[in-house]
């Protein structure tokens, strides 16, 4: 799943009417008691303290942010996790050879010895969350800039964070909500030893692949398994061979009983982000200029690396997640462009803003707040483009960004102290062995010469840097790119070692010649040419920032009968609703669940996003479903279901209303791709994977007895 909420409830209903909307909403769970009764009313069989509680093992202790990109859940007592096939296919692939494709093979360990360390994978339980928003905002006046507001809420992050793990080996953090109104303490525990148990083969786990991402009807066996390791107390622990399986405090019992329409369902985990705030000023801007430009430079990357993959096994190994994660991202900008414009998402965000209007007039205060707003999007209009080049050419290529991070040691040491920039040295020293360890620099240096072509095409000649235009305008890009692969310190194995050898002395950090790389001489006039128009711009961030803020504040006074829900930002919530089919348009209606039979129809030898196990034919031919059929002798492997989720919520737990896990979420649907803006109640949908298939592909399919045996089952 994939990325980017405000009212509780009808949320841009213009009605006042204070009926909750089981479906729309992502909740702390630390406040279900404004929601406990209706949860109830749709379903629900438990307790509040057996969702969530800080004194006694609850359903919050299984949930965890895996990686802090995806959401798993606890199976087992001994650390068991289950999250998406798409959330673990980087360490899968990491762990892949071309001996030993695990991505392609998949892979099962049939005790612990077998399991694969994942180096640096991570997995992070809530300990305790707290309401820190009276102790934040009685530090703050109206009268302070902007700038001001931020040092001093810094200023008591550090200080509220710090008293709240003294002593202890949690982490903590505080996040702001409601664009600003509220502050919430999350306190945490990190376990750093997360080990590979288990994954189908990708054509299981990424069946349809680009094709059938965001779509439904599904039939895709998107999960994969990890195990927790702890150190003798089990606590957390770096990896080590005499660490042992977690002991965890709560694991979800597994139901194999299936599911009705209506059925009660609760998703739990860490939705990264939305946007439900957003004006409509905001939403043109998005649709029209940024998330197209964004799929053009997408799309050309996308290309490059799908050329050299198509050549090699082990170059796909190495660029399958970065493939992954770009062809996401790429389809999501896609997606949500068109149905935005399609569930005409910014008249419904006019709608609200005209209601506001009326109520200022009757509140003063809030007077000038949408003009703010307004003007700021037309001033940071001028930087759409420049700011899209920034987050796709730098920040998400991996080399590039490399030598950004290079460009950040003279300032550490300046500012930070000799101690701290060596620390980092020696970090970007073996960050960059690494990288040319896996790296393919014919795909990274393409993808540098082609995105370099794009941005002297788009920014304007006066924005860009002196090194491109002076290559740009006799029309030498190619020329540019080539030179610095043969010259630059970072444009192969063999330059790197030859500048180690003759720069690198102990103690001290050559930032004199590294300042002398064609390389990052670029790559810092490229970053100077971004700043340059964010300074422009910087003014009119304020104004946005103070400007929101009052927005929200406003509009849950205007729509007192309202109960309000903040925007995901990665921070653990829990949304609830029912298994519900859909109709997308008139004389169409989408069942609740799909089967394996219906997947197998989309078989196709000549299509690798459709191809399909011999192993899985066999199994479906003999009917050899185990105890996993429904009661139709059906294979089930993808059901929908109206709750609330956004990327980060990959890998959640479907739970029904005894606390059962029944499948765990994936993806969203295509027709309301413009939830993370808007929430779509009559057509918006989760997609998951029944975890009847799960356990069917574990057992039947790669013979994994031995992890069902540690599950808690109930029939």
Not at 11 to 38: I, K, Q, T
Not at 367 to 386: F, P, Q, R, S, W
Request: charged share 30%.
């Amino acid at each position: 799943m994939k990325k980017q909420i405000i009212a509780f409830g009808m949320l841009f209903v213009l009605s006042l009417s204070s009926l909750v909307r089981a479906d729309e909403g992502m909740w702390l769970p630390f406040m279900l008691g404004r929601n406990y009764e209706d949860m109830k009313k749709h379903g629900l069989n438990l307790t509040q303290e057996e969702i969530y509680s800080i004194n006694n093992a609850s359903i919050k202790d299984a949930i965890v942010s895996f990686g802090g990109f995806c959401t798993a859940e606890v199976i087992s007592q001994k650390g068991l996790l289950l999250t998406n096939h798409h959330c673990g296919y980087d360490a899968i692939a990491g762990a892949s050879t071309e001996e030993n494709n695990y991505l392609e093979n998949g892979f099962w360990a049939k005790d612990h010895s077998q399991e694969i360390p994942v180096e640096g994978l991570t997995a992070t339980f809530v300990i305790r969350i707290e309401d820190v928003s009276e102790q934040i905002n009685k530090n703050l006046t109206d009268e302070m800039s902007e700038e001001e507001r931020s040092a001093k809420i810094r200023e008591l992050y550090a200080q509220i964070t710090k008293e709240a793990v003294d002593g202890t080996n949690y982490q903590a953090y505080v996040r702001d909500f409601f664009e600003g109104n509220e502050f919430y303490l999350f306190v945490t525990e990190t376990y750093k030893d997360v080990r590979l148990v288990g994954t189908p083969p990708e054509s299981i786990g990424k069946f349809g692949h680009d094709t059938d991402n965001w779509m439904y009807p599904r039939h895709t066996g998107d999960f994969s398994m990890f195990r927790i390791y702890a150190g003798t107390d089990n606590k957390p622990a770096d990896f080590n061979e005499s660490n042992k399986p977690y002991n965890p405090k709560y694991s979800l019992p597994i139901s194999i009983k299936g599911y009705e329409e209506g059925d009660f369902s609760m998703v739990f985990g860490f939705p990264g982000s939305t946007d439900r705030y957003l004006s409509s000023w905001g939403v043109e801007q998005a649709v029209n200029i940024e998330q197209p430009k964004r799929v053009d430079l997408r799309a050309k990357k996308l290309e490059i690396m799908k050329k050299y993959m198509d050549e090699s096994t082990s170059v796909r190994l190495n660029y399958a997640s970065k493939y992954a994660q770009v062809a996401n991202y790429w389809k999501y900008f896609i997606g949500q462009s068109k149905q935005v414009k399609n569930n005409k998402v910014a008249d419904k965000k006019r709608a609200i803003e005209d209601r506001f209007r009326k109520f200022v007039k009757m509140n003063p205060e809030y007077e000038g707040v949408l003009d703010d707003i307004e003007k700021a999007y037309k001033i940071k209009e001028k930087n759409v483009v420049i700011n899209a080049y920034q987050s796709e050419m730098i920040y998400s290529v991996d080399l590039n960004l490399l030598v950004l991070r290079y460009t950040f040691l003279e300032p550490v040491m300046n500012f930070q102290g000799k101690d701290r920039a060596l620390g980092m040295y020696d970090q970007l020293k073996t960050s960059q062995k690494e990288f040319f360890n896996s790296a393919n620099l014919d795909i990274e240096f393409e993808i540098l010469e082609e995105l370099l072509k794009m941005y002297h095409k788009d920014i304007k000649t006066e924005r860009q840097p002196e090194l491109l235009k002076e290559y740009a305008d006799k029309g030498k890009i190619d020329k540019l790119v080539k030179k610095i692969r043969k010259k630059s310190i970072f444009g192969s194995r063999k330059n790197f070692e030859k500048f180690l050898k003759k720069n690198d002395v102990e103690g001290e950090i050559p930032t004199e010649a590294l300042k002398e790389d064609m390389y990052y001489k670029l790559i810092v006039q490229l970053r100077d040419a971004h700043s340059a128009a964010m300074n422009e711009a910087r003014s009119a961030e304020s104004m946005l920032k103070r400007a929101n803020r009052l927005f929200v504040k406003g509009y849950r006074e205007m729509d007192q009968d309202k109960i309000f829900y903040p925007n995901a930002n990665s921070t653990l919530r829990l949304t609830y609703g029912n298994i519900l089919p859909y109709s997308p348009e008139e004389g169409k209606t989408y069942d609740i669940y799909t089967t394996l039979e219906e997947g197998l129809k989309k078989e196709d030898p000549n299509n690798p996003e459709f191809h399909v196990s011999p192993r899985l034919k066999e199994l479906f031919e003999n009917k050899d479903f185990g105890n996993y059929a429904n009661e139709q002798g059906e294979m089930p492997v993808n059901f929908i279901s109206n709750n609330d989720i956004t990327g980060g919520n990959s890998g959640s737990p479907v739970i029904n209303g005894d606390g059962q896990l029944i499948g765990t979420a994936f993806d969203g649907n295509w027709e309301a791709m413009s939830g993370d803006i808007f929430f779509e109640h009559d057509i918006q949908r989760t997609i998951s994977c029944d975890i009847r298939y799960v356990l069917f592909i574990v057992e039947k399919y790669g013979k994994a007895e031995n992890l069902i045996d540690e599950m808690e089952i109930v029939e």
